[in-house]
């Protein structure tokens, strides 16, 4: 067989179908969410709320800077994979190539300015004494981290929803296998945050491995570079949604850190950590649905897509409900007994408020990349700054009165604005109409 349909073979042979790639990406999920709980309690129960305070607001910073690394090029990767099908090994070869050299140089500079930057980063925490420190043992992470959001961009594109489950599943075992190896040698608490950068290279090998397994890296890269320049003119506009999705998840914790201390940060991060995990199930849903959402649109196919939402909206809604109940009920029962310090019990206050709009929020979410995929990046980065606003201004009014209730009850608000923006703008500017 020759090397160009071997290619095209690979990358059919491992498609998977929305049932199949749903259920291997809520497996995936269930181990992220128990990880990430894991994380925080190791932190939380071995070091102090101080200690998972000042890893809670160095990883804020990380995520809204990886952002700004990736530059907005995992999702056009994905919308490029998804719309060029499996059939032209050479064409997905150059959209790979040229996102790999746009990413890698752009993660770069990032990177070289985050630790020009750490003095400055500094002095925004001053409640935060370790932040320095911290800070530039996760900063090295930015540039992996970048790569794999892109070349998981690119599993996701070619529907590889199996792989793409395993491969977001091993971040998770490689930072909490650097986490314990750092906890059993007795390793201060600010040096927790570089198992943020060791899981990300680590990861980077096996997702790299992969991905050239599929379709084999030859030595085009001179042709990538038009391809690159695309990547970048779609990245340019969808940058800003990318950053400011990423820094709307983290705003409470960083407002909390800067306005009020470590502790409140530490505490409150843990009803964050638990709506976090449950929007990360909308988040499976959404990324099994945006390669055929891609090529639905792609096809005019409105009526289809109506009457898939409305089934998955209320499925979505649902399950939501329920689940969003029991966290609140289960939660004062569990806490003392996974962190052993009754400080984390205030979490439950917030945790009211997040898990109440959790339901409202969940299924327009699962369209959060509508936009991206109708290649209208400039729209999603609109939807997404509104968000924010939303987020920040409820935050800065709330949380000197109210605290961590006040940081819930803005995070909850921006999550319910940001899904009927999803549906106004889709019903708006694409003349698709989702739920109703």
């Known amino acids: 067989m020759q090397p160009e349909a071997l290619a095209v073979s690979k990358s059919a042979a491992g498609r998977t179908d929305l049932a199949t790639g749903l259920a291997w990406n809520l497996v995936s999920l269930a181990f992220l969410a128990l990880a990430g709980i894991l994380l925080n309690i190791a932190i939380g129960r071995w070091y102090s709320p101080a200690a998972l305070g000042t890893f809670n607001v160095v990883f804020a910073i990380y995520i809204f800077l990886s952002q700004l690394a990736a530059f907005g090029l995992q999702f056009s990767a994905l919308q490029a994979v998804s719309t060029a099908g499996v059939d032209d090994a050479v064409k997905l070869r150059r959209i790979i190539q040229g996102g790999l050299l746009a990413c890698l140089a752009i993660a770069s500079l990032v990177t070289l300015c985050a630790f020009l930057g750490t003095p400055l980063l500094a ?253 209208r990046p400039a729209l999603q980065s609109l939807a997404m700054t509104l968000s924010l606003a939303v987020n920040f201004l409820g935050n800065a009014l709330l949380i000197p009165r109210f605290g961590m209730e006040g940081a819930a009850f803005a995070m909850g608000l921006s999550a319910i604005a940001m899904g009927i923006m999803i549906v106004v703008i889709s019903r708006l500017a694409l003349r698709v109409r989702l739920f109703i």
């Open 123 to 375: 002095r925004l925490f001053p409640a935060v004494p370790d932040f320095a420190a911290a800070w530039v043992l996760a900063a090295p992470g930015l540039i992996p981290f970048a790569l794999n959001k892109l070349l998981l961009g690119v599993v996701n594109g070619l529907q590889h929803m199996r792989a793409f489950a395993v491969l977001q599943a091993g971040r998770y075992v490689f930072i909490l296998a650097s986490l314990g190896i750092l906890t059993a040698l007795g390793a201060p608490g600010y040096s927790l945050a570089g198992v943020l950068a060791v899981g990300e290279f680590i990861l980077l090998c096996a997702l790299a491995s992969y991905v050239a397994r599929i379709v084999p890296m030859r030595g085009e890269w001179r042709e990538a570079l038009h391809e690159s320049r695309r990547h970048l003119r779609f990245g340019i506009r969808i940058l800003p949604a990318g950053m400011v999705g990423e820094l709307n998840t983290r705003v409470d914790v960083l407002m909390l850190g800067a306005l009020l201390n470590d502790r409140a940060a530490g505490v409150y991060s843990i009803a964050a950590l638990i709506f976090e995990a449950a929007l990360q199930a909308v988040v499976v849903v959404r990324n099994n649905i945006s390669p055929q959402l891609a090529r639905s649109m792609a096809a005019s196919d409105r009526a289809g897509i109506l009457k898939f939402s409305r089934k998955l909206g209320l499925g979505v809604t649902l399950v939501m409900a329920f689940g969003a109940l029991g966290a609140y009920l289960l939660y004062p029962h569990v806490a003392g007994l996974l962190f052993g310090d009754q400080d984390f019990a205030a979490a439950h206050q917030p945790l009211f408020w997040l898990m109440l709009a959790l339901p409202f929020a969940a299924a327009p979410l699962c369209y959060s990349l509508i936009l991206s995929q109708a290649n």
